[in-house]
């Protein structure tokens, strides 16, 4: 699972096998290490308990939340992804984006050999 964040924007991408493990347990999480054991973990999971994504930062683990009931829907269709966008205080927002990674067009295809197939690489019209 990658982490991208831009600003108040964060985007998890998830490949074929990080999909296929979500959807089997539920959770996925990753870690990043830092000097003096300092960690960032930052989790997906799936949570009968929302109807829409949400996000939650404790204790260095940043936590999104998404709905269990689209989670078959995700991995059983062509869905690219969930988005949401959570108003904070002071009038910002809070984007979130967890979508299927894709193969890089412009890259060998060994880096991104378990990415999911690139709709524009199909060489249809579809």
Not at 45 to 72: F, G, I, K, Y
Request: glycine share 6%; aromatic share 6%; charged share 25%.
């Amino acid at each position: 699972m990658k982490l991208r964040i831009n600003g108040n924007a964060i985007r998890l991408r998830l490949s074929q096998m990080d999909l296929a493990t979500f959807a089997e347990t539920g959770r996925l999480a990753e870690t990043v290490a830092f000097p003096a054991g300092a960690e960032l973990q930052y989790v997906l999971e799936a949570s009968p308990d929302t109807d829409r994504l949400d996000a939650t930062l404790h204790d260095h683990t940043l936590v999104v939340h998404c709905p269990q009931a689209w989670v078959a829907d995700w991995v059983d269709t062509d869905r690219v992804g969930f988005e949401a966008a959570i108003p904070l205080d002071g009038g910002e927002t809070l984007h979130l984006l967890v979508e299927k990674d894709f193969e890089c067009l412009h890259r060998p295809t060994a880096a991104t050999a378990d990415a999911f197939p690139h709709p524009d690489a199909r060489g249809d019209d579809a």
